[in-house]
Nanobody
């Protein structure tokens, strides 16, 4: 039974930073692509960052240079470090992991005040 649990969201001022974490059980994050997606109200879910098993990364255009995805094999977690946050970053952030099918966490809310 796969479970992904996000944490670290909250309210932050523009220009501030947050670090999100995704804790996994029932799945080993080191063998598969993991990622972060976000979805704002009435908008499509969009890729924030992805991390491949070989260490390659991919970022959405709007977050390049500001966000960093990383993996902790020992803890079986994936993190998203977010710097220079903007109001447009406000969204529900979801952790994902793919092992033939894609699993999702319940999401953590990030709100950047304006």
């Amino acid at each position: 039974q796969v479970q992904l649990v996000e944490s670290g969201g909250g309210l932050v001022q523009p220009g501030g930073s947050l670090r999100l974490s995704c804790a996994a059980s029932g799945i080993f994050l080191g063998r598969n692509t993991v990622g972060w997606y976000r979805q704002a109200p009435e908008k499509q879910r969009e890729l924030v960052a992805a991390l491949l098993p070989n260490g390659d990364t991919r970022y959405g255009d709007s977050v390049k240079g500001r966000f960093t995805i990383s993996r902790d094999i020992r803890a079986n977690t994936v993190a998203l470090k977010m710097d220079s946050l903007k109001p447009d970053d406000t969204a529900m952030y979801y952790c994902s992991a793919r092992i033939g099918v894609t699993y999702w966490g319940q999401g953590t809310q990030v709100t950047v005040s304006s």
